[in-house]
């Protein structure tokens, strides 16, 4: 069976300082994966995507980049925070090829920024 | 631009007091409407995909409908354990993501 990790779970950091999120997914091949972010009063905001190695589309201008080093891994980076980063985090994958629209997500990463 | 709007934000019911929620959007040529749930803290969860005017989809007390704007869950006689977000998604023009509305929570008690 699939199964999709990621970590840190909770984190909290200063602004200014660098972030990684990192996402991995086991038990499939060459799934798409997703970056989506959720804060406070607003619905799940798509931040990056990515149909294979080295492939990331950005959906939203930011200071945010991701990158995908390996095939079902997935990373989410920052080289400096802002308070407006804080949010929570998910990861999500879906089966390769045409987007059905399942997404598989995993347990998020809760970010605070100070 | 692409909307996907929900309504109520919020929703209290007794155990057994069946209600709906709304999913309304806005986009040309739908390629799909998506219900998924979400327990705090956690992820979403994958429920239905609905493709086309008339279509419905039933799993336990849950039923989701489609309309040509709009997309109605159905909770009959709901439980305290169907207490959660509910999301509804629709795809982008490009087709290459899903686009989520900010979610209904809904709290059933006993």
């Known amino acids: ?114 | 631009e692409d909307q996907v709007t929900q309504s109520p934000e919020a929703l209290r019911l007794q155990e057994g007091e069946s209600s709906s929620l709304n999913c309304s959007y806005t986009v040309s040529g739908l390629r799909g409407l998506f219900w998924y749930r979400q327990d705090p803290g956690k992820g979403p969860e994958f429920l239905f995909t609905l493709y086309s005017a008339g279509e419905e989809k039933e799993k336990e007390r849950l039923k989701a409908t489609l309309t040509k704007k709009e997309s109605f869950l159905h909770i009959t006689a709901p439980k305290p354990e169907d207490s959660a977000t509910y999301l509804c998604a629709v795809f982008n023009q490009a087709g290459t993501a899903l686009i989520f509305g900010k979610g209904t929570t809904l709290s059933v008690s006993s």
Do not use: M
């Open chain 1, 1 to 114: 069976s699939q199964t999709i990790h990621q970590w840190p779970a909770t984190l909290v950091q200063p602004v200014g300082s660098p972030l990684s999120l990192e996402c991995t997914v086991e038990g499939t091949s060459n799934p798409n994966l997703y970056w989506y972010r959720q804060a406070a009063g607003r619905g799940l905001q798509l931040l990056f995507y990515s149909v294979g190695i080295g492939q990331i589309s950005s959906e939203v201008p930011q200071n945010l980049s991701a990158s995908r080093p390996q095939d079902r891994q997935f990373i989410l980076s920052s080289k400096k925070l802002l308070l407006s980063d804080s949010g929570f985090y998910l990861c999500a994958w879906s089966y390769g090829g045409a987007n059905t629209g399942e997404l598989f997500f995993g347990e998020g990463s809760r970010l605070t920024v100070l």
